[in-house]
């Protein structure tokens, strides 16, 4: 169990406004934006929430593409079974079998919102191959700027929609529960101007989270700002299940150069898609020899965990702090991969004529808030999609281009199955808080929260990065559970900072558990003390927040359906 103590909600005044709608979502990338355009299909009213604007989210930043079977010579089954190799045995099938078959039609479906692919001369879609995929499924737009269009073709058609109410610039808090336990809504601290000028409340008939991922617990990271694990401390706080938390994939390729005179890097470093590779670029040492060759089959294209093993094994025997990707042979460089080019020419590189600089870098977080394949997790009334999810479809280690897939499939399943089962509007209480069952002494009174001081992150993204990054150990992971222990007790006053501080604290906690548990090496979690995966651990770590604020896992077996049921909760909060 995690020596960590954490808040079973965040330190908060009442709020001081309120509003109703249909559904909140919470997050503006791809999975967010997508569920509330099919609630709006669905005729319900959304209010989408956003944690600084609706373009600042991860989906912008994906160079690569989207993975679908668009190509008549490909098959939704060979797609599958890339995905579940590159899972390692913890892929649910079920949820494999939805995004290989439902996707090719959600990805048409965007282009009719108006995204627009990057095309042949004859008009077809112009397919490429990234790691772990046997066959060119991969649409891209503005070639390594896929994610910028569809965030862009997403947004317009929101825009479009005077019936999406989009909230910016908001944190949100904790999740507000009626008296039956169902999702009712959550509290969030909006900046602005008048009567959203603080903390407040959005009440409604059922809570999407889509908040992204969580790659700021690690000092270099490709996530922007934003990626705080926000969605998923919220929900071990309710009291749901997350799972697989332990799996996060380091991208073998993020740009690694200096960002200032110092020679600190930023918290976010330009990415280096494998596209790049899919197109025949190499990954050489500092000799030029081409390593991953012999490794894998695929060498360069293998799966993301084994090229970024590869590249850490160099690293670790050389004592450098990066490799080189040899893009000089690419023709056209700068047309097929101007986002990239565009990267490195600012860091005074340049990839026609020179090697690029690339290491490992906090990519992807494959586990998250566990949901069953229509979206809803183990409190009612609550779903989550994109990466704030664990849908099983990534298993140990996710596929390349299946991210922005997987929010474009369960986003739909979940608005289709809010319009089947959402409970009648009358149902919801108004806006007086006493009104709202169990969720009212949440409202009035969060003194009993906790925020923690905003000065932990530098330390803790060292230690996370240090102790339980690409390479793990019992020792490693020993050290860093001390160090988040010790940072658990620097409280301090509500704000921004400490409430993001507080959500870094949670993710990281419970990362770190299911990690020092898990003794194997699988996918993207590799313990040096435990270097083969064993089939002992072949199934998942359930993660919860206990009573007394530490880490609570228990195991399930892969053969094993086990009903999803709510962590124990501390009495009162509930």
């Not at 737009?141 to 989009?166: F, K």
């Not at 989550?384 to 298993?395: F, L």
Request: proline content about 5%; some cysteine; hydrophobic content about 45%.
């Amino acid at each position: 169990m995690s020596l960590t103590q954490l808040p079973s909600r965040l330190l908060a005044p009442a709020p001081g406004w309120s509003e109703n709608t249909d559904v909140v979502v919470v997050g503006s990338g791809v999975a967010g934006l997508t569920a509330a355009l099919h609630l709006r299909e669905a005729g319900l009213h959304v209010t989408v929430v956003t944690k600084v604007n609706i373009d600042d989210g991860s989906t912008r930043w994906a160079q690569g593409g989207i993975a679908a079977v668009l190509d008549p010579y490909d098959t939704p089954a060979e797609h599958a079974a890339d995905t579940l190799v590159a899972g390692v045995g913890l892929c649910d099938p079920a949820a494999v079998d939805v995004l290989v078959t439902e996707g090719p039609a959600r990805v048409r479906e965007l282009m009719r919102w108006g995204a627009e692919f990057d095309r042949d001369p004859d008009g077809a879609l112009m397919l490429t191959r990234e790691g772990g995929h046997h066959a060119n499924r991969i649409v891209h737009a503005g070639g390594d700027a896929t994610g910028a269009e569809v965030q862009r073709a997403l947004h317009a058609a929101v825009l479009r929609d005077p019936w999406i109410r989009l909230v910016e610039h908001a944190l949100v808090l904790d999740l507000l529960r009626d008296a039956t336990g169902r999702a009712c809504g959550v509290t969030l601290h909006v900046l602005g101007e008048g009567s959203e000028d603080g903390v407040g409340a959005i009440l409604a008939r059922a809570v999407v989270l889509a908040t992204g991922g969580m790659g700021q617990v690690y000092a270099t990271t490709t996530n922007p700002v934003v990626s705080t694990g926000d969605g998923v401390a919220l929900a071990l706080r309710a009291g749901a299940v997350v799972t697989d938390i332990e799996f996060v994939q380091f991208h073998p390729t993020a740009l690694m150069v200096p960002s200032s005179p110092g020679g600190e890097r930023s918290a976010q470093q330009p990415l280096v898609s494998e596209a790049m590779r899919g197109e025949g670029a190499h990954l050489v040492d500092a000799d030029g020899k081409r390593f991953m060759v012999g490794q894998h089959e695929l060498a360069e294209l293998a799966p993301r965990d084994v090229v970024a093993k590869g590249i850490h094994r160099v690293l670790l025997a050389t004592g450098a702090d990066h490799v080189f990707l040899d893009a000089r042979h690419i023709p056209d460089l700068a047309t097929r991969f101007p986002t990239i080019t565009a990267s490195c020419r600012a860091a005074g590189i340049e990839p026609e004529t020179e090697l690029i600089p690339v290491a490992p870098a906090a990519h992807y977080a494959s586990g998250g808030v566990r949901t069953d394949l229509d979206g809803r997790t183990s409190i009612a009334g609550l779903y989550a999609c994109g990466e704030v999810a664990c849908t099983g479809v990534h298993g140990a280690n996710r596929l390349a281009s299946n991210s922005l897939l997987e929010g474009l499939v369960f986003a739909r399943r979940i608005a289709a199955d809010i319009a089947r089962d959402l409970p009648p509007s009358d149902d919801l209480a108004a806006s007086d808080p006493a009104t709202i069952g169990r969720a009212a002494a949440d409202w009035s009174d969060a003194s009993d929260g906790w925020a923690i001081d905003d000065g932990i992150r530098p330390t803790l993204q060292r230690a996370m990065t240090a102790g339980a990054g690409v390479l793990r150990s019992e020792d490693s992971l020993a050290a860093t559970n001390t160090e988040l222990a010790a940072l658990s007790t620097r409280r301090a006053p509500a704000n921004t900072a400490s409430w993001e501080a507080a959500n870094l604290l949670t993710v990281s906690a419970a990362l770190v558990a299911a990690a020092a548990r898990r003794a194997e090496t699988r996918g993207c979690h590799w313990r040096e003390d435990f270097p083969a995966a064993d089939p002992v651990w072949l199934g998942h770590l359930l993660a919860g927040l206990a009573p007394d604020g530490s880490i609570l896992d228990c195991w399930e077996p892969i053969a094993n359906v086990a009903q999803l049921t709510p962590m124990p909760r501390k009495r009162g909060t509930e």
